[in-house]
């Protein structure tokens, strides 16, 4: 059983670009989490997410972030017009059943904006 | 708001155990401790939850204080491979945002 599947792993983008971020959750688990983490920092919410909803953004800034979680295919979290403050690693967690289940994480990826 | 509070930085010596200390005061009446270690930069791992009760497992043990403001994780004989950031987790409540504090950087000791 796969784990939860994160790509890429490192990403670069000059300021303006648009970033996309995929996360294939394990097989069977329903509810995606969206997670920042900068430098020296411990991780900071964004968003949760389950297929077709999102369900708690309270952590996603409130422009030029989005995600989504269709039926079919991966979780994508988008960053539109990226900044140099955007840089940090983005880390998705799956799990099967909400809230008070453990969290399944991924290996993150890195974004680095120019 | 939830919050948690743990020391920056604890060293232990291999073999030994480590005791790793989390300050949740404004935890509320049915939300969850969780421990999470981060070694270098991956994807955290899940160690153990607990509500109220103490609870073990064949990672470690997690004893909650009775008024659940604090608890500790122990690591009955720390590896090298123990080595990591550990972060005491709480989810604020009424929502699903998990609440990751700065973590402690265990080191353990040759």
């Known amino acids: 059983n796969a784990g939860v599947m994160q790509n890429p792993r490192h990403l670069v983008r000059r300021r303006g670009q648009e970033a996309r971020l995929r996360c294939s959750p394990m097989k069977g688990h329903s509810h995606v989490y969206w997670y920042r983490q900068l430098p020296e920092e411990g991780l900071k919410f964004m968003v949760y997410l389950q297929k077709e909803n999102i369900i708690d953004e309270s952590g996603m800034p409130k422009e030029r972030f989005s995600a989504e979680f269709p039926k079919e295919g991966p979780s994508i979290l988008r960053i539109q017009q990226v900044v140099r403050g955007d840089s940090a690693a983005y880390f998705c967690a799956s799990s099967p059943e909400a809230s008070r289940n453990e969290q399944f994480f991924g290996p993150g990826t890195r974004l680095t904006v120019l | ?110």
Request: aromatic letters at 10%; proline letters at 5%; glycine letters at 6%.
């Open chain 2, 1 to 110: 708001d939830a919050k948690t509070t743990q020391p920056p930085s604890m060293d232990c010596a291999e073999g030994r155990a480590a005791n790793l200390p989390c300050n949740h005061s404004t935890i509320s009446g049915n939300e969850y401790v969780y421990w999470y270690r981060q070694i270098h930069s991956q994807g955290p791992q899940y160690i153990i939850h607990g509500l109220k009760n103490n609870e073990t497992n064949e990672m470690a043990s997690l004893i909650i204080t009775e008024d659940r403001k604090s608890s500790t994780l122990i690591l009955p004989h720390a590896t090298l491979r123990d080595t990591a950031v550990y972060y005491c987790i709480v989810r604020e409540a009424g929502t699903y945002k998990y609440i990751f504090g700065t973590g402690t950087r265990l080191k353990v000791l040759a």
